[in-house]
């Protein structure tokens, strides 16, 4: 739809953007259509394009399968960050080795421990940073100052290229929420 497209092409430019359509628009339909648009490009220019969605526990399989669906690419998910299933992950991605999926995972991660230091062996001892863009759906989760999700944004944040808030809430009930 020709809407969608504007709001592909506003994310594009923007690079740091809350998209706030509302709920069955075709938010995830637009991230798709920017990931594929981003993963041209960054081919181009010899480098590789890697995103990381967190959404809710409930849509995390929803979200990872709607995006392969429409760029055609392998995403994984990381559906909680419970300790076995953060060990399951470290075993199957080792940090040294170079990240060659996208991911979806839950907002949960941005408060995992063993996610964050993956990320951060990664960064440090790996292959660099692992992810170039964060997608935040649901994103009035980021709302408060002080919760454990927010810092926790707070020390990823810098180390992505772009970052996608998407939401549905409307912003008149609780506009101060994206003032955080």
Known sequence: ????????AFMYFAKKCILGDSVGTGKTVETAGLMNYLKVEYESQGKNLR???????????????EMVKFTGEFVDVLPDGNKKTIERFYKRYPYEDRVRFDLVGTHALFTTAGFIQWLELCRTKGEGFPYNVLIVDESSVLGGNATQIVQGYKALSKYFERIIFLNA???ETQLEIFYN
Do not use: C
């Not at 739809?1 to 592909?8: A, C, I, M």
């Not at 995103?51 to 399968?65: D, E, G, W």
């Open 1 to 8: 739809r020709s809407y969608q497209t504007l709001g592909v």
């Open 51 to 65: 995103y990381l969605v967190l959404t809710s526990k409930n849509l995390a399989y929803q979200f990872r399968n």
């Open 169 to 171: 809430t409307p912003f």
